[in-house]
């Protein structure tokens, strides 16, 4: 194994981060309460909360009494240190998100995108108006924006078969992006961006290794492993939703055929329930969101017909196959499961996952498993791309050694 040299620098990074985490599951902490919370000693936690706020990362909230002698003074993240945006550009839509520097949420704007009409001019434009949609509704002032994160979905679609061209043609002219933006931006792929979504404000850090699954239109996984988000040499780990269930199985929109997201993928889900009743309403409706939708309403009644059921055990099964081959090659402590479909279908969803799981997996590898809905709150993509924009950041200011490789 490469020994990884960590020097002073890193450490202390590290302790900061900490401590803001510690911050940021608290609210507001007291630096003794911070020591508890990260297992710092008294002295390094002193010395990181004196360079936290010396950078205005942090702010004395208050006094509080203790319980014996004089009063503590209470900590918490500087929410007006600035302004951090988020911005998902999905397939179909693009959202911009504008957090405080404390990570809360303020304010947010979306914009349809066609996803036939795919030039780089056409989606930053798109792009370039959620932003100052979302700043306006925000009452944010470009000036108080200190970084932009915006989440391109990954370049494993061969460009000759797919219908989603849009993101690797943004891809291509990430100079024009900045340039129209004119704000500092940093881009990476959603999978990144759910990832540290978790290791912020989710399960993340209380867990040395761990996945998280993003389950909609497309599926992918954001890896930690040893405390660090899994990138790969070309930052593309995690492209779960195309690795192979089912040798000559059904044809993925990447090209090949077989692929996990062909089988739990929205439309995946659809293709099973049109197997099993090809006549069955549901089986045609055209929207993904709303077959998805559609499919919870029907689990949920008191006697759901038969062939939702059916779709709902063969899903579980495809899903529990799929991440029991995760678990084989991470070993995770903890699986979380976010995105639309597992919002709308987790309550039944996740329980039969889990029971799939354990069944799959080699030996006991997933008896001690955890696998829960994520707890990250809103739209995970904008949240954890705001928190890659606030890394940076920190990183620029010194305060952190930078995660993000420099060329994103
Ligand atoms: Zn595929």
């Not at 990954?154 to 992006?177: I, M």
């Not at 593309?236 to 090949?256: I, T």
């Not at 409706?285 to 029907?298: N, Y």
Request: charged share 20%; glycine share 10%.
């Amino acid at each position: 194994m490469a020994v990884t040299r960590r020097t002073s620098r890193d450490i202390r990074s590290e302790s900061r981060l900490d401590v803001m985490h510690a911050l940021l599951s608290a609210g507001a902490a007291s630096r003794g309460e911070l020591a508890r919370a990260t297992g710092l000693s008294t002295a390094t936690v002193a010395t990181v909360v004196s360079d936290l706020l010396s950078g205005g990362i942090v702010t004395e909230a208050g006094l509080t009494n203790g319980r014996v002698g004089r009063p503590t003074t209470t900590l918490r993240l500087n929410g007006d240190r600035g302004r951090i945006v988020g911005i998902d550009v999905a397939e179909t839509y693009i959202r911009a998100v504008v957090f405080d520097a404390a990570l809360d949420e303020l304010a947010s704007a979306e914009v349809a995108v066609d996803e036939h009409h795919g030039e780089a001019d056409y989606v930053v434009a798109r792009l370039a108006r959620a932003l100052e949609d979302a700043l306006e509704r925000a009452g944010a002032a470009r000036d108080d924006v200190l970084g932009v994160g915006v989440s391109l979905p990954g370049g494993t679609q061969r460009p000759a078969e797919v219908s989603v061209v849009v993101p690797n043609a943004a891809w291509r002219h990430l100079d024009r992006l900045r340039e129209r933006i004119g704000l500092p931006v940093v881009v990476d792929n959603p999978l990144k961006a759910i990832a540290t979504a978790e290791l912020w404000s989710g399960e993340g850090r209380r867990h040395s290794s761990m996945i998280t699954l993003n389950l909609g239109t497309g599926v992918g996984a954001g890896i930690v492993l040893e405390g660090a988000i899994l990138r790969g040499a070309r930052n593309f780990a995690g492209e779960w939703g195309h690795s192979l269930l089912a040798l000559d199985g059904r044809r993925c929109r990447c090209g090949r055929a077989g692929c996990v997201e062909a089988y739990v993928g929205a439309a995946g889900i659809q293709r099973t329930l049109a197997g099993i009743a090809p006549e069955h309403p549901l089986a045609s409706e055209p929207m993904q969101r709303e077959f998805i939708g559609a499919l919870a309403s029907a689990l949920a009644r008191p006697s759901p017909d038969p062939a939702v059921t059916e779709t709902l055990e063969r899903t579980a099964r495809y899903l529990g196959a799929a991440i029991a081959d995760l678990v084989a090659i991470v070993d995770p402590e903890m699986i979380t499961l976010t995105g639309w479909t597992v919002w709308a279908l987790g309550d039944h969803l996740v329980p039969a996952v889990r029971r799939r799981v354990v069944e799959e997996a080699p030996g006991d590898a997933a008896a001690e498993l955890a696998i829960e809905v994520s707890t990250v709150r809103g739209n995970p993509v904008a949240t954890g791309i705001a928190t890659i924009a606030l890394e940076r950041f920190l990183g620029d200011m010194g305060l952190l050694t930078s995660r993000v490789p420099t060329a994103l």
